[in-house]
């Protein structure tokens, strides 16, 4: 494989885009007013914490602002909740060193 050389407004802006299938970790507590829960086992969260890990999979414009439909689900892949999201509230989570 080889080396690309990126230039940072290159390299920003693979970092910054956020699209479908991403895998995010949100970075505060989500309040379970602004969840769907889809699993009656679940009707007792009260919040889902930092540090959970869910996929975007739909993205929103609303007011020039991006709004992102994240899905968590748990280690078997059935979805127990969804929420919508600002860019400010998670972080994409990346697998590969990407190179300057």
Known sequence: ????????????TQLLSQKPLDSVAILK???AERLTLLESEYES????PSGLVGTIVEIRQKDYENYYLVEFS???????????LKANEFIVLQYELLAA
């Open 74 to 84: 748990d280690s078997y892949g059935c979805e127990y909740a969804m929420a919508y």
């Open 29 to 31: 507590t989500i309040p």
């Open 45 to 48: 969260v009260s919040s889902l």
């Open 1 to 12: 494989m080889q080396n690309q050389t990126m230039t940072f407004p290159e390299l920003e």
